[in-house]
């Protein structure tokens, strides 16, 4: 580094890996990043270094255009911390870019770990949680939050009623008779959801422990197949241990009842995440003005959640483990506060009453006349309707946002929950190229990188009064916007 160099920007990335899988980061970008080609930012001379505050990644970096220069220095502790140095002063635009391109690699290295991670949770208050479960709840596959599932669903079940309504004379019925039992589906969704789970969350028993346990180069296939049994061994040893006390639980006692069970295992290789998830969902609720709605972790490795229910009293909060694994507990609050927006201004009913007003309209009214444009007003309609959604999901990010006063984690938590797409479809880390494609998708969201620069620019002295007609102009506007020539 240029002695001359001084400090001129730091920020922090957090991550879900433990202090020794970071050590592994800087092979892994030799080997699978290709530095010094990734969007908008030029690197060069990369070096490890170990020093008096922990180990270190060292390179020289700048914009694609210009003549910036610094020294970044990337410390493999957790969370990360980023210096930029240099002799020419401080250059916010390359830090925000930067700070993108590393949170992008970073959660791309992380996607790589969990490939050789073992994930072993369990809730303390719940003993049902001890078991290891090889097989998906039928309840998980038909309502783990995807409508796409529960409309599968609904068509199968609608096709059988159309021909006995048909076959008693009664196809006219038909139609109210579907509707009736498609309303009753998603009204109970969440707690068809949470039936017989043993995942649900209290106020007694309010805590998710998760174990990351680093399994040794080479070893996972053992892990998924002869280690079962000690797998399933270990996780009951660890959760009588620890059930009645949790707070005596450490990375050494873990690895020690893992060793005793037949696995191999150093307390370097573990790592303990415990999440109050109802303190999380009570926090948020309150600031909504809302008591706590059920609340049922889900086992799916994705990093969702999704609120379900038409009235306050029936709502469920579904949390996936993926969720709970990938984001911290601040990340994961903004996230639950998107979903309480959509439960305090009843968005789920608003949705089904527009489908099911198309739906009667066009069976009893205008689709006698549609002929042979049935099939171009249908793509149409549907994404007209997810265009309709777009307006209310904008507007939950934005109250997210705004109500519970940290919209720049909550476009952080955007980040790292789709940052495959972010990279892979939307190139958000490349300024300049057409969005259009992404407003068109049969998607209710709008697309991410739109979501997260709002986000960012949202100014908290002086909110939006009404945060659905500004959602609707945003929204608009993106879309509108998108169709122009970069």
Known sequence: MDPNAVLVHSFKIDTELSHEQLLSFPRFVRERMA?????GVRMGQMESFASQRGHYLEFLAGPDRGMFLSTVRMYLERPIVIEIWSTQGANEEFAKQLDNVLLMAIQFFEEEARKSTLYVAFMPGSPQTAKVRLKKPASRVLF???MINLFLLSILIGIPIILVFESLGLYNYAPLFFLALMMGMVLLMGRLTSFRSPWKVTKSSREVVILHHMVPEGMMDRYRTEYVDKIRTAKKRVFDTFA????LMTEEAVARIFTE?????DKSTFMIKRIDVYGIVEKAAEKFGLTVPNIVITQNPAPNAAATGFTKK???MLITMGLLVQLDEEEIELVVGHELSHLKSGDPIVLFGLIAAEYLGRVYIWGLYLGVFIFPYLIFIFWAIFFFGKFLESRADLEAGVILGKPKVMAESLKKIGFRRLVLEERFLEPGVSRFGEWMRFDPHPPLYFR??????LDLSN?????????VRAVTKGFIDSGKAP
């Not at 009645?244 to 707070?247: E, H, L, Q």
């Not at 997260?452 to 620019?457: A, G, N, S, T």
């Not at 909110?463 to 959602?471: Q, Y």
């Open 244 to 247: 009645s006390n949790p707070a």
């Open 314 to 316: 029936l709502a469920t």
């Open 463 to 471: 909110p939006p009064k009404h945060t659905f007609l500004s959602s």
């Open 261 to 265: 069970s037949g696995l191999p295992a």
């Open 35 to 39: 530095f010094g080609q990734l969007p």
């Open 144 to 146: 783990g939050g995807n």
């Open 452 to 457: 997260i620069e709002r986000l960012e620019k």
